[in-house]
Nanobody, 119 residues
Framework: VQLQASGGGLVQPGGSLRLSCAASGSVFSIKAMGWYRQVPGKQRELVADISSGGSTNYAESVKGRFTIFRDNAKNTVHLQMNSLKAEDTAVYFC??????????????WGQGTQVTVSS
């Protein structure tokens, strides 16, 4: 499985970014996908996940601001991030995984993409 993330960058507070992740090496349409983020010295945090059927879950800290969606025809998953805050600054990773006891767990990881929210 190969996951290639892109779309990170520097944005001002209140701004928007869209992260994209291109997947290959698996049957994408039947896989659950997720986005995590990590800041130095802290554990990786699950931000959002989406099932093969399109059901989504979000961390409380991003609900109402972030949207995860997928395009099975293009084997891509995206994270639309609006109303960005300084505390959203992190390296963002896309993942392919599955659900255990109703919770998403990433099993395969792409390289991270840096998101910096600063004025």
């Amino acid at each position: 499985v190969q996951l290639q993330a892109s779309g990170g960058g520097l944005v001002q507070p209140g701004g928007s970014l869209r992260l994209s992740c291109a997947a290959s090496g698996s049957v994408f349409s039947i896989k659950a996908m997720g986005w995590y983020r990590q800041v130095p010295g802290k554990q990786r945090e699950l931000v959002a996940d989406i099932s093969s059927g399109g059901s989504t879950n979000y961390a409380e800290s991003v609900k109402g601001r972030f949207t995860i969606f997928r395009d099975n025809a293009k084997n891509t998953v995206h994270l639309q991030m609006n109303s960005l805050k300084a505390e959203d600054t992190a390296v963002y990773f896309c993942s392919e995984g599955g659900y255990r006891s109703g919770s998403y767990r990433g099993l395969w990881w792409g390289q991270g993409t840096q998101v910096t929210v600063s004025s």
